[in-house]
């Protein structure tokens, strides 16, 4: 029985779903611009239903905090949004009676508006008239007037003399009829057209806020719904990723709301403040101004400081005013940017600073104001599809804040331009955050060059631009020889001397270097060699008195039958008791790895990267043992 099963499990034909067919270019251009073009002609309903997906993104957790106190869901959502009523109703109260307060007091600021103005005037042209700008008033005006006067004809007399009288022949012409003046009246407007161009401009954000306030609940209450609908949609065969993909896009957008809110709040109270220390009038106004405003990116700001400022020209007969309101805005935006937003942001939307300056233009150019203040959230959303959708990585690439490059393709790609100091930067970068200089040598100096490396087995490394590259290296170990602490080293004959041999290139010689600077660094006298100076006419030059060890460096990890020769050929001349280390650098540092290389080359020890090799070399007893850090020893000491 059990055959007839395999046999009928082996007849049975295997379906094999085809792959899904790539788009092409010209398709993937189609869809971008058909979904650009919906965006532009369904604004009229895509920006309410934007608006109520981020309102409901603030007021979901309220009313899911209510439906835990066991509320119900109803009266939840009723009682969120009576609570916004509320809050816009009071709002607007107070912002009306402010403006209110203000409208009262305006007439009374005319006097000192004309004071300022005749003492601008007055400091321009000076105390006579013989100012700089008076000066060049006049200049202007008499070469206007010159401009402005006719040529004299070359049959006119002169000015001054006197006219000779038209001769007279014939009968005299009648008079040219004066210009009749037209004017052109329209017609009386119909009471629908007033009615229309007077409600228009005030009904269209009426039907908005109405359209926001009405998707607003339906989400509210079937939010449930609406997400399992968006799952369906994504695919329901990936769960995981889909409901990963939504959570990580509610989580990013409700904590950049949330963090929006708090930084808004820290910055309205201190310019409330402020302005009423000052003496600017209305300052509770400028403080909620200044607070809402800061929703719009880059233009809220300015504008919020625009009105106070003003206002204080106005009040105060004096310029100490205006000063004072002008450096209150400046510091208060600065620790704002500087200090408030890095630290309650941090990685809320994972926006790029371009990212989140282009999503402003493209999306206020789509949907004019509203656009530039959803283009933050709704890019979110856009880089939560580009990390979760492999089709869309290139939204994560283009306005994501993750590096786009890691450091070791940061160093090639500068080592390539013939940029040194830059790929130096990169690595100084990293010691100043605290990572330890040893470390950077193999994950990014060392893993630089297993990419030019690869390139150059593949042929796409020219031998100018592996020069460059290795030369490059050399430069950058020079500038990174003064970074950091290296080891007490003691006078430089007790030093062990250690050949590091670049086995096949100038690639393996910079990687040699790289061991080197190390090697130093670790109390030892290193001696980097080039592969010309090992070949079998030339090796018979080097001496081999004082010499504790032998370290061959391969980037190319498939290159054991060339060391296992450079092996035998070293032995010779070294004799068996000097210890050679064969550096595999590309290697797999698995556990078996340097077993195997060890008996296929006969070398005495292995290492895969640049720290083994300096603990084979302790413990070998040819190196010091590592001297723990001030902050290890301080622990050592506390234990």
Same mark, same amino acid.
């Given at each position: 029985m059990a055959q007839d099963t395999v046999s009928r499990l082996q007849a049975r034909p295997i379906r094999v779903r085809p792959a899904a067919p790539s788009a092409s270019p010209q398709t993937t251009i189609l869809i971008a611009a058909l979904v650009l073009v919906t965006l532009y002609v369904g604004s009229d309903l895509l920006v309410p239903l934007a608006l109520a997906v981020l309102l409901s993104f603030v007021l979901s957790p309220i009313v899911s905090r209510l439906e835990r106190w066991r509320l119900g869901r109803a009266p939840s959502v009723v009682a969120v949004v009576a609570?916004?009523?509320?809050? %816009?109703? !009071?709002? !607007?109260?107070?912002?009306?009676?402010?403006?209110?307060?203000?409208? =009262?007091?305006?007439?009374?600021? &005319?006097?000192? %508006?004309?004071?300022?103005?005749? =003492?601008?005037?007055?400091?321009?042209?000076?105390?006579? =008239?013989?100012?700089?700008?008076?000066?060049?008033? &006049?200049?202007?005006?008499?070469?206007?007037?010159?401009?402005?006067?006719?040529?004299?004809?070359?049959?006119?007399?002169? +000015?001054?003399? $006197?006219?000779?009288?038209?001769?007279?022949?014939?009968?005299?012409?009648?008079?040219?009829?004066? +210009?009749?003046?037209?004017?052109?009246?329209?017609?009386?407007?119909?009471?629908?057209?007033?009615?229309?161009? /007077?409600?228009?401009?005030?009904?269209?954000?009426?039907? *908005?806020a !109405?359209?926001?306030?009405?998707?607003? #609940? @339906? %989400?509210? @209450?079937?939010? &449930?719904?609406?997400?399992?609908?968006?799952?369906?949609?994504?695919?329901?065969?990936?769960?995981?990723?889909?409901? &990963?993909?939504?959570?990580?896009?509610?989580?990013?957008?409700?904590?950049?709301?949330?963090?929006?809110?708090? /930084?808004?709040? *820290?910055?309205? #109270? +201190? %310019?409330?403040?402020?302005?009423?220390?000052?003496?600017?009038?209305?300052?509770?106004?400028?403080?909620?101004?200044? *607070?809402?405003?800061?929703?719009?990116?880059?233009? !809220? $700001?300015?504008?919020?400081?625009?009105? +106070?400022?003003?206002?204080s020209f106005a009040v105060a007969p004096g310029w100490s005013m205006p000063i004072l309101a002008i450096a209150l805005f400046v510091v208060v935006e600065l620790f704002s940017n500087n200090v408030a937003e890095p630290w309650l942001y941090g990685s809320a939307t994972g926006l790029s600073s371009v990212a989140i300056i282009l999503a402003a233009v493209f999306w206020t150019t789509l949907w004019g104001p509203v656009g530039l203040l959803l283009a933050t959230p709704l890019t979110v959303c856009l880089v939560v599809l580009g990390r979760h959708v492999p089709q869309l990585h290139f939204l994560e690439v283009m306005l994501g804040d993750r590096p786009v490059l890691p450091d070791e393709a940061k160093v090639y790609q500068r080592l390539l331009s013939n940029d040194p100091i830059e790929a130096a930067g990169i690595v100084e970068h990293a010691v100043e955050d605290g990572a330890e200089l040893p470390a950077q040598f193999d994950a990014v100096l060392l893993s630089a060059l297993s990419l030019a490396e690869q390139d150059r087995s593949r042929g796409t490394l020219t031998p100018e631009s592996r020069k460059t590259v290795a030369d490059g290296m050399l430069a950058v170990t020079a500038d990174l020889s003064d970074l950091g602490r290296p080891a007490e080293a003691g006078p430089e004959e007790k030093r062990p001397r250690i050949l590091c041999v670049g086995a096949r290139n100038n690639l393996d010689e910079a990687a040699a270097g790289l061991l080197g600077e190390l090697l130093r660094r670790s109390g030892a006298s290193p001696t980097v060699l080039s592969c010309e100076t090992v070949s079998p006419r030339q090796i018979g030059n080097l001496e081999t008195e004082g010499v504790a060890a032998v370290v061959l460096s391969y980037l190319n990890p498939s290159a054991l039958p060339h060391a296992r020769r450079m092996v035998r050929r070293l032995r010779l001349h070294f004799g068996p008791r000097t210890p050679i280390l064969l550096g595999l650098w590309s290697a797999d540092p698995a556990a078996d790895a340097p077993a195997q290389a060890t008996a296929e080359t006969a070398a005495d020890r292995v290492a895969t990267n640049l720290c083994g090799a300096l603990a084979e070399l302790r413990s070998l007893g040819i190196l010091p043992e590592e001297r723990a850090s001030d902050d290890q020893e301080e622990e050592a000491k506390r234990a």
């Open positions: 609570l916004v009523f509320v809050v %816009i109703a !009071g709002f !607007g109260t107070v912002v009306g009676s402010q403006i209110a307060d203000l409208a =009262s007091n305006l007439p009374t600021y &005319e006097r000192n %508006i004309r004071a300022k103005i005749r =003492s601008v005037q007055q400091g321009a042209t000076g105390a006579t =008239s013989d100012g700089v700008i008076h000066q060049m008033t &006049e200049m202007f005006r008499d070469l206007r007037q010159e401009l402005e006067t006719p040529n004299p004809q070359p049959n006119m007399p002169a +000015p001054g003399t $006197p006219m000779a009288p038209p001769p007279v022949s014939g009968p005299a012409e009648p008079p040219e009829p004066e +210009p009749m003046t037209v004017r052109i009246e329209d017609p009386a407007a119909k009471p629908l057209e007033v009615l229309r161009d /007077v409600l228009g401009p005030v009904l269209a954000p009426i039907a *908005t !109405g359209m926001v306030l009405i998707f607003t #609940i @339906f %989400i509210l @209450f079937q939010r &449930e719904d609406l997400r399992d609908r968006l799952i369906r949609l994504a695919g329901s065969n990936d769960l995981s990723r889909t409901t &990963e993909a939504m959570n990580d896009a509610a989580e990013r957008v409700s904590r950049y709301l949330l963090m929006q809110v708090v /930084v808004n709040v *820290t910055y309205g #109270i +201190p %310019i409330t403040l402020g302005l009423w220390l000052i003496g600017v009038p209305n300052p509770i106004l400028w403080g909620l101004l200044a *607070t809402v405003l800061r929703f719009i990116p880059f233009a !809220g $700001p300015a504008i919020a400081a625009t009105f +106070p400022i003003l206002l």
